[in-house]
């Protein structure tokens, strides 16, 4: 029986319109997520990691940007074609999401009871008060705060970032999302806590069998809480696939120069392996692959081609014309 | 290779009012940093990894005289920096230079590339012997430029039209200017993409190599840290908890804090088989100190003497040094121990 897969996006484009120009922001990404799928969308400030998963929400900052192409199948429907009331509908309850700060996602003048309860009550879920505090409590167990009970009346400046972001994950959790994208979840916690946070991740995966979506820019990350990864560069997925396969050996030039500039833990090298240049500028994108310029394995047909996305003999995909020229692998 | 810095048991608490609006209530100290001890070989790189709330960034602004311990010395080139007198702050100040974190919130967005790296010599050249004129500071700002990899035509420009690498690279020129012997980085790198981090840390190695500079790396990331120091120190709560050689530390961590950092740090090898979590609970309050060990409620090797006497950093050999009653302890306590573990 063949399934049509939880998530699918198909050549999704979201561009930004700014004064200077036109920013393609999000350039042509399609990939596919099944039930349980954790996937880490990795990729520099710019790649358009960000925008892709607020383009899926369709949370973007209007009128600067829109989606101007592309699908989002979600549950048999194109969330693109949703009315806004039907898309309130999805968010939260279909599809969670968690953003980097915990601080701006909590309102400062709100108890933690308020806020956790809120997608309940927006719900209509809960029969009574004393209903609506269990649903409360249960949600707040399940991202382990220490005695819930005493915490219900506090205010989010009482909690430590890590319990902030836990409370974070109860709100987008509240609604039993069938996939969460969570927005670099823990760029702002300590290495300690940050471990903490992804394990509880992991758990309620198995426990719900929900899918993730991880953005981040840190492949340690992926490797450890994702089962597939998709690697962007301005603006497009440059290698999908397996994260075994993609971080054993990486098929992308650019996956592998990103790899090779990561510092060995132990191993103290002389120097790292260092990626020349920046990333491309957007408003002037370069004619060709856009890592092109800082590329070693660049051609001279580079130069004049975007290179397509291609599956490979071992079932992942990259976009590179040397690979196709059979001079990596 | 001589000594270039020298802390003996440096303090810092600060005073926070306990209780009541306006006035009342009493006074407790907020032990920011509660006694630390080390030295920096002339030269060398010495790390400090920590959390927040560590007391590793007031670590490096009590060294970059931004603020004053409340007990202990810290000695540079073998003169004390809290006995200074105006001169000596200006000498200081031209030895000592600091790049932190956030270039964008370093850098005045209102003063172009040129004047904001030539401000550190017109300050200190302005009344010194080797008094600059305007086209020599010029010429010195650009080849500093050069040296950071940037292009001369960057001077005229302001700090929101570069990108953050560039950023970063403008903030180690302004702070290379003045040809200082040590440099106090305060995760220099964390806010850049990865990409980019490898150039600014091969950046800073080359200025190492060149004018044999002496760096102080203030981070949270072990694996940056592992990359740049040859000396590290761990904090927690104020006080450090382990200090030696980075690579044996590497190799084999002693104090089970270090140990949890290392396993805390995610790395890129999806064969990692992830252990037992890494810590429970979070890192507590300075202002309230757990009784005995510091780390005690958040460890698993804790023993009953843990709770009540706080362990004291002590030699374990090859200069490495461990605060933890599980380490050089006496027999006994690792008697305790090990009856302990197997119930």
Redesign the interface.
Known sequence: MTQAPLLSVEDLRTYCYTRAGVVKAVDGVSFALERGDSLGLVGESGSGKSMTCNSILRLLPRPAARTVGGRVLWDGRDLLTLSEREMRSVRGREIGMILQDPLMSLNPVFTIANQVGEPFRLRGAAKSRSDLREKVLDVLRQVHIPSPEARLSQYPFEFSGGMRQRTVAAIALAGSPGLLIADEPTTSLDVTIQDQFLRLLRELQEETGMALILVTHDLGIVAETCNKVAVMYAGKIVEFGDVRQVLRSPAHPYTEALLKALPVPGTRQKRLYQIPGEPPNLLDPPAGCAFEPRCHRAMQACKNARPPIKRLSDGRQAACLALEAGEVQ | MGTILELRDVKRYFGIRSGGWVGGGGEKPLKAVDGASFSIASGSSFGIAG??GSGKSTMGKLILRLDRPTGGAIEFEGRDIGKLDAEGDAWYRTRVQAVFQDASGSLDPRMRILAIVAEPLEIHARTGPNRLGKAEIREKVEDMLAQVGLPKRVMDNYPHEL????KQRVAIARAMILEPTMLVLDEPVSAL???????V??LL?DFQDRYGLTYLMIS?D???L??VS?QLAVMYLGRIVEIGD??EI??RPLHPYTK?????????????K?SA????G??GSALDIPKGCRFCPRCDEAMPVCSAVDPELVDVGAGRQVACHLIGGSQHTKATHQRGSNE
Do not use: C, W
């Open positions: 959390e927040s990108s953050g690498g560039q993409d990865v990409s980019i981090r490898a150039q840390l091969n190695s949270h072990l694996a940056t592992g990359h040859s980075t690579e590497y190799e949890a950092l290392f396993r805390a740090m995610p790395l890129p090898d999806p064969n990692r992830k979590p890494s810590l429970r979070e890192i």
